[in-house]
């Protein structure tokens, strides 16, 4: 598809789903010049890769990726004891837990568990600690990265001026290229 659509921009999400496997991923960006990548629910498999590696990889293709989560909005997470498969379609997933808007506790709860999610995949991005916490980890046990501390000029394209030139729309202040 992205071959037989050169003029059209595609973002893969999750790397493309090539993570555990930069070189191919490297190979698929060098082919289609119109492909682009982001990083959403990958930090699991980032930071188990050399820092330099990443970073290496990041500086290259700063052009070509985009910060991203698989963050829900007033998503809570799955239910105690519900099955581990995520089901996209019906919305109304019964194994789901939704916060209630109205409920000014369950908002501020969420927005507490969204500031730690987000803090934590910005201290991979932006530092070289080797005890980051996964962002969907909330327990003691939970796995352990190596931040890549990738450079400032990367960082700026990548947390939002790639989005902005990719996406119509997206610039502040209605602002052009």
Known sequence: VVAKHPKTTF??????????????????????????????ARLRILG?????????????????ILFGTDGGVLLAGRKAGSSKNITVYPVDDPD???????????VKGWKEK????????????ETDRLDLVDP???APESLRLRG????AEVLEKFYHAN?????????????KK
């Open 48 to 64: 188990r890769l050399n820092p330099q590696a990443v970073r290496d990889f990041f500086a290259k293709y700063q052009d070509r």
């Open 136 to 138: 969907n980890g909330f």
């Open 11 to 40: 973002i893969g999400a999750h790397f493309g789903s090539q993570t555990f496997d930069l070189q191919q991923l490297a190979e698929t960006l060098d082919r289609f010049l119109n492909f682009h990548v982001e990083c959403g």
């Open 114 to 125: 969204q500031a730690l999610f987000y803090s934590r995949y910005f201290e991979y991005f």
């Open 148 to 151: 890549a501390k990738l450079p």
């Open 163 to 175: 989005a902005e030139r990719l996406i119509p729309g997206l610039r502040p202040n209605g602002e």
């Open 96 to 106: 789901w837990v939704r916060v209630d808007p109205a409920n000014a506790d369950a």
